[in-house]
């Protein structure tokens, strides 16, 4: 694969690359877009030639896919060494949806859920809307060495307030691939407190050369903590249009009730393009991911080189998967603040977002995701999506830093 060449997605539907989408968060419609979690990159091409073949056929009637469990289970065997059989996993229609329904089964109104934050903020969402409690559990921070971490001490008395913790493995934005350790340290918690471990692992597959995932089911087989892991093709192979998932339950009981009621609700069906999708993607998609992972590494790599050349006082988190990652602008935040407070009239437009994201897309044409997307404590920092060409990440990274130093 050459990833160098990333698409132009303007005018394909794209929520990423749409202008008002893009000038609610950055006051500018014109801002290049570097935020929503979709890559630029196309998918594999046995994916693509896959989902080629099915438009080709003209016939779109009900699908059946008897064999997806089981691919699902394979992927997970060769890219995680987990033996996870076939008939333990259930389809879910997206990873969001699957937390969703599971928090809704497996916990009651009122419930207290410990959220590592930052999060996604989705994760709020979900949790508020059903009616329960979001315990904001402030991951550790280090601005020295720009390195987010699982405070033990603190997580601890976070997970005695607790019901439920909806973990995020690899985390979002963070960057932290958690060791197994670390996972131990979660499940044993949540066994000895008799609370539920829900882990959202739609970025697992895309850690970088020299880290190692581990999916927390896989952990707590030796535990027996009530845990939940949800994964998915989407983030993986670029596919996240689709919205397809998988989850694997701790107990046969818990995973006989998610799919009754997923059934009852008529969601327990892949339609053809997801079902088409997901089955190449794990049957075919091992190298094309292998490629990815690798160039993933290398643009954070390229990041951080490029920052600390700059002196903007910008800086990338040590993020270890994905290709969303923090840049922590804490040692600048007071000044572009002052500039955007001091000039309200340029930066109408952008009530989706926050200081940051329309300083920076007004002064560099560059769309981010405001810190406090993923709660309100974290206003100085912005979420950078370099899954694209590092061409485009330099390019963008540039007008950032300028912009800075022109303050
Ligand atoms: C941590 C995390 N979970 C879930 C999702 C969305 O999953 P889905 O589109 O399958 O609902 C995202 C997308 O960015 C994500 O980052």
Not at 298 to 315: P, Q, W, Y
Request: hydrophobic share 40%; net charge negative; charged share 25%.
């Amino acid at each position: 694969m050459d990833f160098s060449k990333a698409a132009d997605r303007r005018h394909t539907n794209s929520i990423k690359w749409d202008s008002t989408a893009i000038e609610n968060i950055s006051s500018n419609p014109d801002a290049e877009p570097f935020w929503v979690a979709d890559m630029d990159f196309p998918t594999d091409p046995h994916i693509a030639e896959t989902g080629r073949k099915v438009a080709e056929t003209g016939i779109y009637g009900y699908p059946s896919f008897p064999l997806l469990t089981a691919k699902a289970s394979e992927w997970q065997r060769k890219k995680h060494g987990w033996d996870v059989p076939a008939e333990d996993i259930s389809f879910a229609m997206g990873l969001l949806h699957g937390i969703a329904s599971c928090m809704d089964l497996f916990t009651q109104k009122g419930d207290t859920i410990l959220v590592p934050t930052p999060a996604y903020r989705p994760f709020r969402e979900i949790t508020e809307n059903q009616g329960r409690v979001m315990v904001d559990h402030e991951l550790g921070y280090d601005h020295a060495t720009a390195s987010f971490y699982l405070d033990r001490e603190r997580f601890r008395k976070d997970a005695e307030k607790s019901k439920c913790i909806l973990f995020c493995s690899p985390h979002n934005p963070s960057g932290i691939v958690f060791s197994e350790e670390e996972l131990r340290f979660v499940l044993e918690t949540a066994k000895e407190l008799g609370i539920l471990v829900i882990s959202d692992e739609i970025h697992s597959d895309l850690v970088h050369p020299g880290k190692k995932h581990i999916p927390m089911n896989k952990v707590n087989e030796t535990i027996g903590a009530d845990c939940i892991t949800l994964f998915a093709p989407s983030k993986t192979f670029n596919i996240a249009g689709e919205h397809s998932a998988f989850v694997v339950f701790s107990s046969e009981e818990m995973r006989d009730t998610f799919r009754k009621r997923e059934h009852a609700m008529r969601l327990d069906e892949p339609s053809i393009v997801i079902g088409e999708l997901a089955s190449s993607a794990y049957e075919h998609g091992l190298e094309y991911n292998n490629e990815l992972c690798a160039y993933l590494g290398d643009n954070v790599r390229k990041i951080d080189e490029f920052l600390k050349a700059s002196n903007s006082g910008m800086k990338m988190v040590n993020a270890e998967a994905s290709f969303v990652a923090f840049l922590d602008c804490i040692d600048v935040y007071d000044k572009v603040k002052a500039e955007v407070e001091a000039h309200p009239e340029k930066y109408t437009g952008g009530k989706g977002g926050g200081i940051l994201s329309r300083f920076f897309g007004v002064n560099a044409s560059v769309a981010v995701n405001d810190g406090t997307w993923f709660g309100d404590q974290w206003g100085r920092f912005v979420r950078f999506n370099y899954g694209t060409s590092i061409d485009r990440v330099l390019g963008g990274l540039t007008r950032m830093t300028e912009a800075l130093k022109a303050l």
